[in-house]
Nanobody
Framework: QVQLVESGGVLVQAGGSRRLSCAAS????????MGWFRQAPGKEREFVAA???????NYADSVKGRYTISRDNAKNTLYLQMTSLKPEDTAVYYC?????????????WGKGTLVTVSS
């Protein structure tokens, strides 16, 4: 059974940093795109960052320059390094993966981890 399990959610002060992790199990994702999404209270889920099988990355404008997505294929783990956190970054952060190789369609999801940024 394929699972994506996020960790690292925390209460952090504005201006702080935090790294989220997403541990994948049940299969490897080295040839698959992976990404992070988030959902703030009362809002729809939105794209945050993605990384492809060739380590090409892209980011939402709102986090560009502050967040860094990376992956460790040996550990089958995805990361999101967040810096200069703002109260508007408060959200549940979800890890996602494409089940098909070389696809950018995310159809596997974790259950999320809550990041709360206090002002």
């Amino acid at each position: 059974q394929v699972q994506l399990v996020e960790s690292g959610g925390v209460l952090v002060q504005a201006g702080g940093s935090r790294r989220l992790s997403c541990a994948a199990s049940g299969r490897t994702f080295s040839s698959n795109a992976m990404g992070w999404f988030r959902q703030a209270p009362g809002k729809e889920r939105e794209f945050v960052a993605a990384i492809t099988w060739s380590d090409s990355t892209n980011y939402a404008d709102s986090v560009k320059g502050r967040y860094t997505i990376s992956r460790d294929n040996a550990k089958n783990t995805l990361y999101l390094q967040m810096t200069s956190l703002k109260p508007e970054d408060t959200a549940v952060y979800y890890c996602a993966a494409a089940s098909r190789k070389y696809s950018r369609i995310f159809d596997l999801w974790g259950k999320g981890t809550l990041v709360t940024v206090s002002s």
